[in-house]
């Protein structure tokens, strides 16, 4: 009999503070902006490369370093992820200039995707399959939650009272502070089905690959999805995803065991988190927009307004692991991502005299709870039957199918709000109503994402509730 390991509930704290950070992170920056343009002299695409230098070296690495840890052992990729994490936002803190900021962002992103998969491969070695662990990843799905809204809040508090070089140095004490509890509480654990033999090759083309695409998804709304620079980027993309793919096949020590991938659960799940990341970003861009042109609210407001969609996310997400122990995936996923549609649908009435009450406050407490229920279920398939041994490439696979989501969720939809709205404009319809126009076109892209999300969760993940045993999902070794 396999005895629980009895730390577990302290390690999930451990590793949800480090995750909370991490996620605090991507958003919190966005307050900051007008003062590090200020006392940084940076220039527009200078700020907009604060953002994206995070956000590529986070979503390009996260499957490398999942695989990095699992080959020379978790508890160890984690503590230095943790290192990296802090001695970079202290760079971030000391900046002086634009270069060393970029340089300090890019060291971030870095350090993120240490610390993201490796922390659920944690938590996944923790709890073993069962309610306990659904549990544990309604904890994290909550705190992703939390920390992807609380950014706009908590980043408006501390730059308004601290000055924006405390956003990053904040990061320092805790970090330091995880860093230290981290050996009480955490297990080491690895591979050891063989030897340390790393696939560099693998490793070079999914990466390239990823940050390509990542990259081509942030620069299409601003160069045009047809322009000679997206299709360039989205050809390299392809072309070393491929790659990648015949790379693995050959390999004897791949780095993405493409086993995997003939998992119903796992395929099911990466498919539903990565149409989640499309519908949420896709929905929140011009949703923030909105609330700060059309509303005329403050970043700070709008972070204090968007909190009631996440405490339904945090609902959903209770609600959602207590609903797969019962009645299984499908159900539950199919049943959130039909929520994330009626929301979204909801939300498409905006108006150019809108009000918060009247027609966000509706759209955002159905979308809350549905991004909550799909979120978790998506988390728990794509880590049902899958070995211990491949737990960091699985969780580093869900977490980059949610950042890839993510940002083609946010390119896609910007790009349909623009377009809307100035071939509303080149017809003669004034620019605030061709603005309003846009953003319901946004909204109803955002519900799209979601029909693909249910399209996969119906048609891939296990009717039943899936066990590690199960016929339909069978484990990859």
């Known amino acids: 009999m396999v005895h629980p390991d009895p730390r577990r509930w302290w390690a999930l704290a451990l590793l949800g503070a480090a995750f909370f950070m991490v996620i605090l992170d991507a958003t919190i920056v966005l307050t900051a ?43 160890r990729v984690f503590m230095v992820g943790l290192a990296l994490f802090a001695l970079s936002s202290l760079a971030c803190g000391l900046a002086g200039t634009p270069e060393v900021l970029l340089a ?27 309610p306990e662990r659904n549990k544990a990843l309604a904890v994290w799905a909550a705190l992703g939650g939390v920390g992807a809204t609380a950014g706009l809040l908590v980043g408006g508090v501390i730059t308004a009272g601290l000055g ?19 050996p009480f509480v955490l297990r080491e654990s690895r591979d050891r089905s063989g030897g340390r033999v ?48 015949l790379v693995e096949r050959r390999s004897a020590a791949p780095l993405l065991p493409l086993g995997l991938l003939r998992i119903r659960t796992v395929l099911g799940g990466n498919l539903v988190i990565l149409a989640a990341g499309m519908a949420v970003d896709g929905m929140l861009f011009p949703l923030t927009i909105y609330a700060q042109d059309v509303l005329g609210y403050t970043a700070l407001q709008f972070g204090l307004a968007s909190a009631v969609m996440t405490v339904m996310s945090i609902v959903g997400s209770f609600a959602g692991q207590a609903l797969v122990t019962r009645l299984g995936l499908r159900p539950v996923a199919a049943g959130g991502m039909l929520l994330i549609i009626a929301g979204s649908l909801l939300l498409t009435g905006v108006s150019v005299h809108g009000s918060f009450a009247a027609e966000l406050l509706p759209g955002l407490l159905v979308f809350g709870p549905g991004l909550g229920a799909a979120f978790v279920a998506a988390q728990i398939a794509g880590l049902t039957g899958v070995h211990t041994d491949k737990s960091g490439v699985a969780s580093g696979l869900l977490d980059t199918s949610f950042n890839v989501g993510s940002a083609l969720g946010v390119a896609v939809a910007t790009s349909v709000a623009v377009a809307r709205a100035e071939s509303l404009m080149d017809g003669g319809v004034g620019e605030q109503a061709a603005s309003n126009r846009g953003f319901q076109a946004a909204f109803a892209a955002a519900a799209v994402f979601a029909v693909m999300g249910l399209a996969a969760a119906v048609a891939i993940l296990p009717r039943s509730r899936a066990r590690a045993d199960d016929p339909a999902a069978p484990v990859a070794g």
């Open 198 to 245: 790393f696939d560099p090759v693998g490793a070079v083309t999914v990466t390239a690959a990823l940050a390509l695409l990542v990259y081509a998804a942030f620069q299409a709304p601003q160069r045009g999805w047809l322009s000679g620079a997206t299709l360039g980027l989205l050809a390299g993309s392809a072309l070393l995803m491929v790659l990648f793919v």
């Open 33 to 75: 902006v007008p003062s590090l343009q200020q006392e940084l002299g940076l220039s527009v695409s200078g700020a907009q490369w604060v953002l994206t230098a995070y956000a590529l070296a986070f979503g390009g690495l996260m499957l490398f370093f999942g695989r990095v840890a699992d080959l020379t052992g978790r508890r």
């Open 104 to 130: 300090g962002r890019v060291a971030q992103g870095v350090a993120a995707a240490v610390l993201s998969p490796t922390a659920l491969a944690l938590v996944m070695i923790a709890f073993p399959e069962g």
């Open 164 to 182: 924006w070089e405390w956003i990053f140095l904040v990061n320092v004490p805790v970090g330091a502070a995880l860093f230290g509890f981290a």
